[in-house]
């Protein structure tokens, strides 16, 4: 066997497992830290704050007494309560409650008042919101929004070139039908799908003036989505498909077409990269579900490539408060969508392997990585909202479990029989075991 052949797939290992593990520590760290803070803000005191699990690599005390480690299994983290029996805070370490007076007693998760431990478990998925809300909002602050009037800011590389239109032409129709708005450039697309060349009117220097250009959506990969056939086949952003079983391709619209009928079947594409010759890839459509923003599911057949204009719009700034008002929105669609999903799965309406294990992500995470900074922070914003999501769910051991616990004790005055959350806890750890082996099966068959 040739060692050196094996070394582009171990680097691509390394990359994805760092991928992985990086998203996975800036997700559980921010988490753990709001139970961390808002207990220590309601004079609950933390013992230990741990990164990972395992044999501690590294550790130091605070001025606080609450020692911080890193352990050396990345696949989670905890924070350690004073009085606390185990990490998941599931009971009271007797024979320490034993020995602390009543003031110190304040100072543990059993013996502070409801709020204060209603308010520090649901801090951590509360913290996981806000910090996918926060990089929603810094990548629309970032990249900008297009402007309301239909604007070239850049041209990309096309086979045919971009006619005579120029950066800072303003769309104002196409084919006669005017552009005002995006909205109307994309009718435009849709009523003249088998155009390869189109007629502009546009305004330039104060003057308007009528052009040729490319298709308004150009059959050019703007996205790969990770874990797509189009990955897999080694098709990148920037590709144009020029051809598929051999029949021409002159518009994203066009291909979209082709590979819906097609279904599942396999498709030869002809491809066009600029800068170097064109060549020929197969690849096979994976049957997708995709979440609707109206509710519900569409199964679809896809190669996992994302279209867009000819051309980069002109982009205004977006304030503070926008971008947190559409990180929010953001945030909100990710929710609905996957609680959608589950409910989806459940009634077998959408395949089961829309749930992925540790695999899987770790193979999501990779790709997002690979695909650029601004992709990854996208995935882990994405992310972020899933485990804040998951750990509201009413499953003892997990945050929403002690949500419902402490709900139980403020109606009945006194929290559940100290058996009935034993048996309730271990009922609870095995939900939570069984849906991650179910999802690492799903990683494996899928």
Not at 364 to 377: K, L, M, N
Request: charged content about 15%; overall charge negative.
């Amino acid at each position: 066997m040739d060692i050196l052949s094996l070394l582009p797939s171990f680097g691509n290992l390394l990359y994805t497992l760092a991928a992985f593990v990086i998203a996975l520590s800036v997700i559980v760290a921010v988490h753990e830290y709001g139970h961390y803070i808002i207990g220590r803000w309601s004079g609950i005191h933390a013992e230990v704050f741990s990164i990972g699990f395992g044999p501690v690599l590294y550790s130091w005390v605070d001025r606080r007494g609450t020692r911080w480690q890193v352990a050396a299994l990345p696949l989670g983290g905890y924070v350690k309560f004073l009085g606390d029996a185990n990490a998941a805070s599931a009971g009271a370490d007797e024979e320490t409650m034993s020995h602390l007076t009543p003031t110190e007693k304040r100072h543990t998760m059993h013996g502070a008042p409801l709020w204060a431990r209603a308010a520090t478990v649901a801090a951590g998925p509360v913290f996981n919101f806000i910090l996918s809300i926060a990089l929603f909002a810094g990548i629309f602050m970032f990249s900008g929004v297009a402007t309301n009037t239909p604007s070239i800011g850049s041209t990309y590389a096309l086979p045919g070139g971009i006619g005579e239109l120029e950066t800072g032409d303003e769309i104002r129709a196409i084919e006669g039908r005017p552009t005002p708005d995006y909205p109307a450039v994309q009718d435009v697309a849709d009523e003249f799908p088998a155009l390869e060349r189109m007629q502009y009117l546009v305004a330039r220097a104060g003057a308007e003036t009528t052009v040729e250009g490319p298709a308004v959506y150009p059959a050019r990969i703007n996205a790969v989505t990770p874990d797509s056939a189009a990955m897999a086949a080694g098709l990148r952003e920037g590709d144009v498909i020029l051809a598929i079983n051999g029949a021409p391709v002159r518009s994203f619209a066009e291909l979209q077409g082709i590979v819906k009928t097609a279904g599942g079947s396999p498709l030869d594409l002809r491809v066009w990269r600029d800068g170097e010759a064109e060549f020929e890839v197969t690849l096979t459509p994976k049957r997708t579900d995709l979440p609707l923003r109206t509710g519900g599911f569409e199964t679809r057949y896809l190669i996992g490539i994302g279209g867009g204009f000819f051309f980069e719009p002109v982009t205004r700034s977006v304030g503070p408060l926008e971008a947190v008002s559409a990180g929010a929105g953001q945030v909100s669609f990710v929710v609905t969508s996957s609680l959608s999903a589950l409910s989806h799965m459940i009634t077998g309406a959408i395949s089961s392997c829309n749930l992925r294990g540790p695999i899987g992500i770790a193979e999501t995470s990779g790709a997002a990585a690979s695909a650029g900074f601004a992709d990854f922070i996208w995935f882990l914003a994405v992310l972020s909202t899933a485990v804040g999501l998951m750990n509201l769910f009413p499953i003892p051991v997990l945050d929403g479990g002690h949500l419902v616990f402490h709900a139980w004790e403020w109606v009945a005055g006194k929290p559940p029989p100290d058996g009935v959350m034993r048996v309730l806890m271990l009922v609870g750890l095995a939900l939570v075991l069984s849906l991650m082996a179910f999802g690492l099966t799903n990683d494996l068959r899928c």
